[in-house]
């Protein structure tokens, strides 16, 4: 559990200072920093996953990036605020997309890092 809990900190606050920086520099509605977030997430997710289930990565090192650090650092709860605030804002359009693309992508993510190494 500490071990889970130390990498969930890491990825929450490397979240925020990511997404903080990226959005920074963003001048559209699209929330691209939670978008790219999500999406390198999901591929270092699949990567991991596959390393450990080859036994590549130790039990410990799984928990600590794929549940923490990557736990942490993806976020589900973030998309959807986001989402809602772009609906709220009338930006249908926009929301649409970003709901295909950082699903779509988000998947093809994790699929690839999974079998990068096959």
Do not use: C, D
């Not at 605020?81 to 709220?88: A, C, G, K, R, T």
């Amino acid at each position: 559990m500490i071990i889970i809990g130390i990498g969930g900190g890491i990825g929450a606050i490397s979240r925020y200072a990511l997404g903080t920086y990226i959005n920074k520099k963003n001048t559209t509605l699209f929330p691209f920093g939670h978008f790219f977030i999500n999406t390198i997430g999901s591929f270092i997710l699949g990567l991991t996953s596959f390393l450990y289930l080859e036994k590549v990565i130790s039990t410990t090192i799984w928990l600590f990036i794929g549940v923490g650090i990557l736990g942490g650092f993806t976020t589900f709860s973030t998309f959807g605020y986001e989402v809602f605030q772009l609906l709220l804002s009338k930006k249908y359009k926009t929301a649409l997309t970003y709901i295909v693309l950082s699903t779509l992508i988000s998947i093809g993510g994790a699929y690839i890092g999974f079998h990068i190494f096959r």
